[in-house]
């Protein structure tokens, strides 16, 4: 027997846990999903402390009220089971909100006990004398089964999954139709997906759609379900469109609502990184050219324009400077993509997001740079910052939500909020990230953050630059 000593291996952790997460729970991205279909209201099965918890979170980035009722779990229903409490809840909801949709999501602790679902809502349809029941949609949700993001983006599937009809014939103006998911995205975001869509004379479902239902304006007399959201009757059609548009590169394909219609209904499926740069945005209007027939219009030409002259007047300012980007995959990999063709180096890109195509996608928006980017996934802030001590990355800024600010505080590098969730500015829901106007804005802002920070420590300050 070989008397060498083998090689000493990596010690782990006889423990598991998050200290600090920057992601949050699964039914909080379906709640959302639901607040983005006309006259709908999401719905926990599971304790009054989730439903609390996740209005506060969102109500906290919007900045409008967030109704999500709850079957309120208490220590009974959790030995014996909730289906009394969820038919209760469900009648109240009616009777109070007159929902036109019901979206139920299920937390830890309904999956934990292992409700039966299907059975419960069967039953409950079936019961005698409510043909005016609202619809009911279910998706499993456990925060355990992944975050914010796979949350949102089963509720989206488990929608269409639910509701989609094949041969439903769309209403006049959505003939020849796309259907468009583009994921957790800003109210803003979806505004000027609507408004590219009709720019093209490209009909479009665009799904979830929360740009009204939660920013809308001021009303003088409140509803407790809010207008706007995809309507019942586009859900129906999706099979009918000619494609769809799925915006995301990290996207877990046989997840999506795109691979759905595909297998179920060939609906072709279009799939394309969050349009946040030049090179991003070039493939998203390539793709409306080819599927609209017609050239992109003169005025997303000019703002592309604009944009190349703004990189080339700030490009003086952001060249060599390092960054860190955390956030949602998706969108970690857009704005690392627009980082990138500016001139900044992406020195760690990290997500709380499992993916598993987060390190694959970070790698195919920036092959063009000599020092490839740092890529963690599954992580939280704690695992960052030790990671940011131990390598001695040294950023110069960090692009993340309002859960980067302490970090950013600890490094001594300016925070530059971004993504999902704003919840210590206001207007986080009006930020435009998404095609040459998005990325204009978006530049404008990093390149005036590092201009603040370098006047603000100079010595004598100055005001021409």
Known sequence: MSSQPRPSKSPRPNWVSTRNPCKACAP????LVMRGIEGALPFLHGSQGCATYMRRYLISHFREPMDIATSGFSEATTIFGGEKN???????????YHPALIGIATTCLTETIGEDM??????YRARPGEADDPLLVHVSTPAYSGTHIDGFNDAVRAVVEQLAEAGHAPSAYLENFVNVFPGLVSSEDLRFLKEVCADFALPATLFPDYSETLDGPSMEIYKKIPEGGTSLAALR???SAKASIELGRTLRQKRTAASFLQERFSVPAKRIGLPIGINESDSFFAALEKLSGHKTP???????????DAYVDGHKYLFGKRALIIGDEDMVVGLTSFLAETGVLPVLCASGGKSGAFARSIAEVTTHLREPAMVREGVDFMTIAEELALKDLKPDFVIGSSKAAKLARTLGVPLIRLGFPIHDRIGGQRILHLGYRGAQQLFDLVVNTLLEVKQDSNSIGYSYL
Do not use: F, I, W
């Open 28 to 31: 909080l991205g379906a709640a």
């Open 86 to 96: 969820l038919c209760q809840g469900l009648d109240n909801v009616t009777s109070q």
């Open 118 to 123: 299907h059975g419960m809502l069967h039953q």
């Open 237 to 239: 059609a999706t099979p």
């Open 298 to 308: 003169e005025k997303y030409t000019r703002e592309r324009g604009r944009l190349v």
